[in-house]
């Protein structure tokens, strides 16, 4: 077990090093220094190449490239130059909205999918199971940004049920309640809006898994013993079927985070998606290559996690 | 006459087993009258957007004329009414639709292309080469593709149509590589193919002549389901103001329009109708993909 942890990670190292490089070479790529910004029409250029040499921007691309990676493990990113503030602040402020509007949209994710997924398999051809197959369909078909803005006209603006945008209510004193319900109030349409995107692989999955296992042996063995086949589902069945779906939570991760960039901006969330696009249009390179290298890393730790709880629950696809 | 009854007969079953090609997809069809239906939607979009687009006038459709601002649906002669600066919602409509169209088709001839050479030759030789490229592949795929994406589009000079549909070509491919591999490693093995090998076929002739067309109804779904995606993702990143450059209207340009919150609440009608008119191609490619997967696959067809 652990010898495929082991490896499963130091597969991961030349991932890591061959992103970090993209990325470098991404933000070589991009106009501009981190002087540009300070340059006025009083600045007296020769002022301006002494900094550069003194940041060493001169260097060789890869004693830079050695630089970059030195900062970076000292969490040192650089700062912004939009903001006025060190990058590993700003990002992390951002951040904290982003894990919470993740961690609330997977636990709706699971609840709605695992309780229709289940449904579906068991009552496979009835008309539950054909409007759930049909629910996840949709899902599966409608872009994020269309779905995004729909919930928000109907629910928003519409209906007036839930905020517009924001994290929260500043009317309300930080270390109340109201606060908090606040907080929670303003998460809910982004998340459910994810939730309802993310769903359609896990019920997919689970449908299939449960429609396969009622042919199998041990089902059969069971029901000969005279178990009745409602136990038989609960007990056997469902146990077996739900093991697999902890590993889709690592791709879940992957799928918020790509999804992040959209649903933050409609929903005016400002988390780290909505920074990117903020950056981007701000011409701020050091926050955007920071994030897109948080973003990988967390991508890649996503798919860590996928494959070391499959192989967990399924020792069959260990890596030798 | 029994003999020529069972002639007939004969006949009959000989047109009738080498059940292949395009009478199943027909068959699935007729049988499924919501995939006939969204294949009659879609066709009609495409088609209909595209020859439409010929009979507008793309200068006279973006004039601003500030007496119309905002004009609403049936109001001074607009039949979707109009946006901020006057210009025909309809219009746009048309020619977004048919950008957008157009631009998934590149990319999905594109990727596919690349996806299908690169699939197949990993399939057929494995070794080093499906390695290599596997690892590749691994690593684009848990890239932050969308990201990368709006960087190039921000950071390439001379931005145009066609460097988009480049940038996202370089993304796309490597699902259909990944899918067309796993299929080829398992046809390669097929006697067919040591059969051609023995008799001194060129390896170029086995891949692409023998294993390809064995493929092809696999092919043919991926594709369908690659357009669809493609058309959400154009659509999206334009929404964002990352997609296709302002000359280019697409039709996720006149839903971007909705990022102004006057828009979104009271202007619906600038809006919704290109987010409904995304949706609906969307959901009718899909659901014509769904159809043709099913007719590839002899245990789920319906017809």
């Known amino acids: 077990m652990w010898k495929t942890v082991v490896r499963r990670f130091l597969i991961m190292i030349p991932q890591l090093f061959v992103l970090s490089l993209l990325i470098f070479i991404l933000a070589k790529m991009m106009p501009g220094d981190p002087f540009t910004g300070l340059i006025t029409p009083d600045t007296d250029p020769n002022r301006i190449e002494e900094l550069r040499e003194l940041a060493g921007l001169n260097d060789p691309w890869y004693i830079q490239y050695m630089h970059w990676i030195a900062n970076i493990f000292q969490g040192d990113f650089g700062d912004s130059y939009t903001f006025k503030v060190s990058v590993a602040s700003l990002i992390g402020d951002r951040g904290m909205n982003t894990l919470w509007l993740s961690l609330v949209s997977v636990i709706l994710t699971y609840l709605i999918a695992i309780p229709l997924g289940v449904i579906a398999g068991r009552y496979q051809n009835t008309l539950r199971d054909k409007s759930i197959v049909l629910y996840s369909f949709i899902s599966y078909a409608i872009p994020t940004f269309v779905l995004a803005l729909i919930f928000l006209y109907i629910f928003g603006y519409q209906l007036q049920w839930f905020p517009t945008s924001g994290t929260v209510d500043v009317s309300h004193d930080k270390d109340s309640w109201g606060y908090f319900w606040s907080k929670v109030y303003h998460l809910i349409l982004p998340a459910v809006t994810y939730a309802f995107l993310a769903t359609t692989g896990i019920i997919q999955y689970l449908r299939s898994e449960i429609i396969d296992s009622q042919t199998q042996d041990y089902v059969k063995t069971a029901r000969s013993k005279g178990i009745p086949m409602k136990k038989v589902y609960t007990r056997h069945i469902f146990r077996n079927s739900l093991l697999p779906i902890a590993a889709f939570l690592g791709f879940s991760i992957t799928g918020i985070l790509g999804g992040s960039v959209f649903i933050e901006t409609i929903f005016g969330f400002p988390g780290m998606g909505q920074l990117f696009i903020q950056s981007i249009s701000a011409r701020d390179y050091s926050v955007i290559t920071t994030l897109i290298m948080l973003y990988g890393f967390l991508a890649l730790l996503g798919s860590l996690l996928s494959d070391i709880i499959l192989s967990i629950v399924d020792p069959r696809i260990r890596i030798e | ?303």
């Open chain 2, 1 to 303: 006459m029994e003999q020529q009854f069972n002639d007939q007969q004969l006949q009959q079953e000989v047109e009738s087993t080498p059940a292949t090609g395009f009478r199943v997809i027909w068959r699935e069809f007729k049988k499924d009258k919501l995939a006939m239906a969204s294949l009659i939607i879609v066709a009609l979009i495409i088609l209909g957007s595209i020859i439409w687009s010929f009979f507008i006038d793309q200068e006279k459709l973006m004039e601003i004329s500030l007496l119309d601002e905002f004009a609403k649906p049936g109001e001074n002669g607009f039949l979707l009414g109009a946006d901020q600066g006057g210009s025909d919602i309809l219009g746009q409509l048309i020619v977004g639709a048919k950008n957008s169209i157009i631009i998934a088709i590149a990319i999905t001839i594109i990727t596919g292309a690349l996806g299908i050479a690169v699939g197949i030759i990993c399939g057929y030789y494995g070794g080093i080469v499906d390695n290599f490229f596997m690892r590749l592949i691994d690593f684009i795929i848990t890239l932050p593709s969308t990201m990368i994406i709006i960087v190039f589009v921000t950071i390439i000079p001379k931005y145009n149509v066609w460097s988009f549909i480049l940038i996202m070509s370089a993304f796309m491919w490597v699902g259909t590589a990944r899918l067309v591999r796993s299929k080829a490693l398992s046809e390669s093995r097929r006697d067919y193919v040591s059969a051609s090998k023995t008799m001194g076929t060129s390896n170029f002739a086995i891949m692409f002549k023998g294993i390809m067309p064995n493929l092809s109804s696999l092919l043919i779904v991926e594709m369908t389901l690659n357009f669809a995606g493609n058309v959400g993702i154009e659509t999206g990143l334009t929404f964002l103001g990352f997609g296709l450059p302002d000359s280019t209207p697409s039709l996720g340009t006149l839903v971007s329009f909705a990022n102004n919150q006057t828009v979104i609440a009271e202007k619906w009608w600038v809006w919704l109708p290109a987010s409904l008119l995304i949706l609906i191609l969307m959901l009718g490619i899909n659901y014509v993909g769904q159809a043709l997967r099913r007719s590839a696959d002899a245990k789920q067809r319906l017809g």
